[in-house]
């Protein structure tokens, strides 16, 4: 079920690119926005020939359980969430109750005690590669960019850094221009934007390259209105094409959105909020 | 369970005309081209560097006029010497740079991205040391041109072209130590600490200002066990035609001996420091 209020506003070009040439696409990178139920029948299919069950979700965190230190209590403890296609998950909790540790262990940066996570079956230590294709992960705060490369330039580092066809590249960073509304920044350098506009272009990084599952930390830090509506537009993209995004926040922050699912985390687990 | 293998994003999978090598031999160049932008959104900082290049070989062009020992004909023969030594020196520079930048990309928090990206970390610090080295190549390469220019130094010309591969396999000699340190780095986030002590022991024991011959017996012993004495070695013969202790052969014989054990050691050690630190989770740390 798609929240009512991600309707799609503003979908990504969507031409007909099927007989078109790679290389003559201006922006191929981008115009599959149809093809993520296809990529999921694709993903499932995979999963029947080997045999594993056809229930394979877009993210799966399975008994996670991470403690920091051993006098501390556990921040995970057997924590279980699965994210299915097309929907949007909000994390809630008070600071420091685990919320950013979930994240990021899903994200694959740091590894769990004990438990797993999946990405449509795959976990990052059976191939870290596709793995990392397929999820991406907004940090809360405001560090992950180079403050002396411009918006274009750093755009454009992070899709060939992700691996991106080299013929797309330049396709691939101008969606992300257009989308994200950074055309009068794009050869501005960094570290002379507001934290604003460098919150829009860290939204956009974690949407460059179309990924299956977004995980959100704090992503309306600095925002106004405007780059609100953006972002919300670019989670109703993922939503459309079955992808799945887990947004996390405090609970006190007030988030106009409509949520499939609403959890809060409590001495390291789920809790329905 | 077995494992479900999800298929990529069709816009990730190479296409007919592109491999995922050719793939990551971009992201390999994009990581120098980024490198370079920012290097030149610094605009003096070049200037800085080569008056710091032309004020070294200066200093040690008049040091040169005062030495008169045995294995140097003239105090030109010990400019010559010592130049090539500086001209080193920068190169040395280049690869313990390396951990400095990973530790800048911690801090940014841009070290995570890296790490949360197809091409992956340790692609992404090797991919680091591209633009420091051939920097520091053309570093060499104009100090050698500042001291012909402004002191005469006069190089062996038959044999110049040569020192261009010798350079190549010193960097490959040379480069393991700065992705140790890059390992230490991501363990203890401060591997920089250790990487001036290191510099300061090779720039004695490694004879790049004086001969390793003035050193006592344990201290050549010491010289023989790291790739920067064969390097300046054979460079300085191919460069200013300097007297050998060794055969070429042999000299670049440990070059590549160097370069064969210590690389593979250096990226699995680097390779286990950044899983260390996924698994404590002290990689998000700085």
Redesign the interface.
Known sequence: MTPRSLELTDPAPQRDTANEPAASDAGGALEHAASGAARQDSARGAALQDGAPAAAAPLTLRALRKRWRKDLPLVLDDLDLTLEPGTITWVGGRNGVGKTTMLRVAAGLIDADSGRAEVWGVTARESRARYQQLVSFLPAGDRGLYARLTVRRQLKFWARIAMVAPARVDATVAHAIETFDLGELADRRVDRMSMGQRQRLRIAMTFLTRPEVVLLDEPMTSLDEEGGALLQAAVAEVLARDGAVLWCSPSGEHVELEFNARWLIERGRLVAA | ??????????????????S?A???G??F???M??DL??FV??RTRIVSQLLTAMFSITLFYYVSKLVHVDGFGSSQSYFGFVVVGIALVSIMYSCFSIPELVRQELI???F?????????AIR?VIAMTLFPLLYSFVMAALTLGLACALYGLRLHWSTVPWSVPAMALALLAFLPFGLLFAALTVTIKQGAIGTSWVIALISIVGGLYFPVSLLPHWAQTAAKLQPFTPATEVLRHLLVNSPQTTSLGAALIRLVAFAAVLLPVSVFALSRAIRMG??R?T??EY
């Open positions: 369970m077995s494992a479900t293998i999800a298929t990529a994003p069709e816009h990730l999978q190479p296409d007919s005309r592109t995922g050719i793939a990551a971009h992201a160049l994009a990581v081209r980024r932008q920012v959104s610094y940014a928090g841009t995570d991205r890296l790490l949360l990206s197809p091409f992956g992404s996924q698994r989770g990689i998000i």
